[in-house]
């Protein structure tokens, strides 16, 4: 028994010798194909923004002015992309107006009022499940409401900007309710019973205390349903937007346009990129583009700038 | 003294400041209940002119040589082809690589490296689907599939349309799939590297298995919004309007989104027959059903592991 003792610490020594030697080649080959196919992904971002860049060189170093500022023309060397900047302008102003108040009370109402009952469990489900809804049948909502709806029509005055930036609205609705309530529930408990303890009404409190601490995260959710509707072409394709040539081009305070035929970005983007004129499908639908993520891009990073300054303030 | 001189309605506040309460309790209950409109507008608008068209349709022409709506040739089976095969495509190009965008940001990524990777994968989120349709018909296709596919159409295809559909949805898969990873408790990895197994053994026998179900949701997700996706397939698909049914995915095609937006198209308004304008509503439904049932069971599968953790 005297000789087992070394023998052991001797076996012990060098397996973890041999532990040591040995690298553990699968795990590392393993660790370096997830971080390959991240940098896959990321490297397709870039791939992507140097195409769009590259193939709209021409337009946006030749004459970015003119194109900013010029209308949907036969030809491709004057056409410009106003008429679209103006309804996606549009779209997101109706979207910011309806949408918005709209789903931020229907989060307070989810999260401060609603009793638990089958109701708003229901009233839950439904939000998640209208997220989940395709934008292309938002859509056809929009071209039987808003568009040719009953009465509503008139208002709306057929495919306009105001039946698009309500359909967007009905789409983005869901999103925007979904991250107000998230922000809502995150406020501190404290806070609403040191509202209620000096006295406070429930509406006195959700106005002076709760959407103030809730303000960023709601905001995220916001500028987030904003570039989405900047961006989303195929609702306004059923609605029927101008995909040829628009003769009126209303000056940008003109708000009697909204009832008007219009096009978008996304639209105008759609109809040229499938043209067989190199001039419009490869060019000016790049430049387009260009112009379109730039926007889309900013209103996303100053979500996720805003989102991430707000999580480290709460945690530090 | 007189301390039992106030009468108890004082200490309730005043009657305005009461109403204001109630007032804004049905402003905002009101606004809750627009979201059930929605969903009654969305099925009402759906469901009277698909029930129409069923009706009236000629039920053999569902099932023709191809998608003519303004002829009256509705054959569904065109559609449904080509709405697989760029599923199809778009999962295996989203699947293995948001997974592992996944796996990376939450096994391996330390807290610096995460908080410029995430962002990142969130721009690409932002990117909308015009702008991957036509990446997809010009560089995908021209640069990629044409090179190693010489058959395929070079006006666009149901590959490129698919690997189009993928890049947008790698986001959505990594999102999701990162969630269910890090719900994942650390006493489990804690507990495998305890017991003496390496960090690719806990990995992928201890940490994988136990988000099994929010894996599966992400999967679930992420097909259902493929087949909800309709502009990188209108603008890289190859079909405008119409399509002659084809199995080859290098062929031109048209999904049942693409062929919704593409009645719409062209002439800037849903025109044609009483039956291709019903056509709309009865693909549109079909649609609806489909990804709805996908969102509901993916819901499902995310609160259960909700439930566990």
Same mark, same amino acid.
């Given at each position: 028994m005297a000789v087992a003792t070394p023998t052991t610490v001797r076996d012990?020594?060098?397996?973890?010798?041999?532990?040591?030697?040995?690298?553990?080649?699968?795990?590392?080959?393993?660790?370096?194909?997830?971080?390959?196919?991240? !940098?896959?992904?990321?490297?397709?971002? !870039?791939?992507?923004?140097?195409?769009?860049?590259?193939?709209?060189?021409? !337009?946006?170093?030749?004459?970015?002015?003119?194109?900013?500022?010029?209308?949907?023309?036969?030809?491709?060397?004057?056409?410009?992309?106003?008429?679209?900047?103006?309804?996606?302008?549009?779209?997101?102003?109706?979207?910011?107006? !309806?949408?918005?108040?709209?789903?931020?009370?229907?989060?307070?109402?989810?999260?401060?009022?609603?009793?638990?009952?089958?109701?708003?469990?229901f009233i839950q489900l439904n939000?998640?499940?209208?997220?989940g809804v395709p934008s292309v049948v938002y859509g056809i909502l929009g071209l039987t409401i808003f568009v040719k709806g009953w009465g509503i029509s008139s208002i709306t005055g057929g495919s306009s900007p105001l039946a698009g930036g309500l359909t967007l609205s009905a789409l983005v609705l869901p999103v925007v309710i979904i991250t107000a309530q998230e922000a809502i529930r995150a406020t501190p408990q404290a806070l609403r019973e040191a509202g209620f303890g000096v006295g406070a009404t429930k509406w006195e409190v959700i106005k002076d205390h709760i959407l103030p601490y809730a303000a960023p995260g709601i905001l995220t959710g916001t500028l987030l349903s904003i570039a989405r509707a900047a961006g989303e072409a195929a609702p306004l394709l059923l609605i029927g937007t101008i995909s040829g040539i628009i003769t009126r081009s209303a000056p940008w305070y003109d708000v009697t346009q909204v009832q008007d035929r219009f096009t978008a970005m996304p639209t105008l983007i759609t109809s040229w990129a499938v043209q067989p004129d190199t001039g419009f499908s490869v060019e000016n639908a790049a430049a387009a583009i260009v112009i379109l993520i730039f926007f889309v891009i900013l209103l996303n990073s100053a979500a996720i700038m805003l989102r991430n300054r707000f999580e480290s303030k709460r945690s530090g | 003294?007189?301390?039992?001189?106030?009468d108890i309605t004082e200490? @309730?506040?005043?009657?305005?400041? @009461?109403q204001r309460e109630k007032?804004? @309790? /049905? $402003?905002?209950?009101?606004?809750?209940?627009?979201?059930?409109?929605?969903?009654?507008?969305?099925?009402?608008?759906?469901?009277?002119?698909?029930?129409?068209?069923?009706?009236?349709?000629?039920?053999? #022409?569902?099932?023709?040589?191809g998608w003519f709506p303004r002829n009256g040739v509705f054959d569904l089976k065109t559609l449904?082809?080509?709405?697989?095969?760029?599923?199809?495509?778009?999962? =295996? $190009?989203?699947? &293995?690589?948001?997974?592992?965008? +996944?796996?990376?940001?939450?096994?391996?990524?330390?807290?610096?490296? #995460?908080?410029?990777?995430? &962002? =990142?994968?969130?721009v690409l989120a932002g990117i909308p689907s015009v702008v991957l349709g036509f990446f997809a018909l010009r560089f995908i296709n021209p640069n990629?599939?044409?090179?190693?596919?010489?058959?395929?159409?070079?006006?666009?295809n149901m590959i490129s349309a698919g690997i189009g559909v993928g890049i947008l949805t790698i986001p959505l898969v990594a999102s999701i799939s990162e969630d269910a990873l890090s719900s994942v408790p650390n006493a489990l990895r804690e507990a495998s590297a305890g017991i003496g197994a390496r960090k690719l053994t806990t990995t992928t026998s201890i940490v994988l298995p136990a988000a099994i179900s929010g894996l599966v949701a992400a999967f679930i997700v992420a097909t259902s919004r493929a087949i909800g996706e309709t502009m990188v397939v209108f603008i890289a698909g190859g079909a405008a309007d119409t399509a002659l049914f084809a199995?080859? &995915? /290098?062929? @031109?095609?048209?999904?049942?989104?693409? +062929?919704?937006?593409?009645?719409?198209?062209?002439?800037?308004?849903?025109?044609?027959?009483g039956l291709a304008y019903g056509s709309l509503f009865f693909v549109g439904s079909i649609l609806f059903l489909v990804t709805m049932g996908l969102n509901v069971l993916a819901d499902r599968l995310v609160r259960k592991y909700r439930l566990e953790y």
């Open positions: 012990t020594a060098s397996i973890a010798e041999s532990l040591r030697r040995k690298r553990d080649v699968k795990g590392v080959a393993f660790q370096a194909m997830m971080f390959l196919s991240l !940098v896959i992904t990321l490297g397709v971002l !870039v791939v992507l923004l140097f195409t769009v860049i590259s193939d709209g060189w021409p !337009v946006l170093s030749q004459r970015l002015g003119g194109f900013l500022t010029s209308t949907l023309r036969p030809d491709a060397v004057d056409a410009g992309v106003v008429q679209g900047l103006k309804g996606t302008f549009y779209l997101c102003a109706i979207v910011a107006i !309806v949408a918005f108040p709209l789903g931020i009370a229907a989060a307070i109402y989810m999260e401060e009022y609603a009793p638990q009952n089958w109701l708003t469990s939000i998640r499940n209208l997220a | 003294m007189t301390a039992t001189n106030w200490l @309730q506040g005043s009657p305005r400041r @009461q007032r804004v @309790q /049905a $402003v905002v209950f009101s606004a809750a209940l627009v979201s059930i409109l929605l969903s009654v507008m969305i099925v009402g608008s759906l469901g009277f002119e698909a029930i129409r068209y069923i009706t009236e349709v000629d039920l053999s #022409r569902l099932w023709d040589r449904i082809v080509a709405t697989l095969w760029v599923t199809l495509i778009a999962m =295996v $190009v989203a699947v &293995p690589l948001g997974l592992s965008a +996944a796996i990376y940001l939450s096994e391996y990524a330390s807290v610096r490296a #995460r908080k410029v990777l995430k &962002p =990142v994968l969130e990629l599939v044409e090179s190693w596919l010489e058959n395929a159409n070079s006006s666009g199995s080859n &995915p /290098a062929d @031109q095609g048209l999904t049942m989104t693409a +062929a919704m937006a593409s009645l719409a198209a062209g002439s800037d308004e849903v025109v044609g027959s």
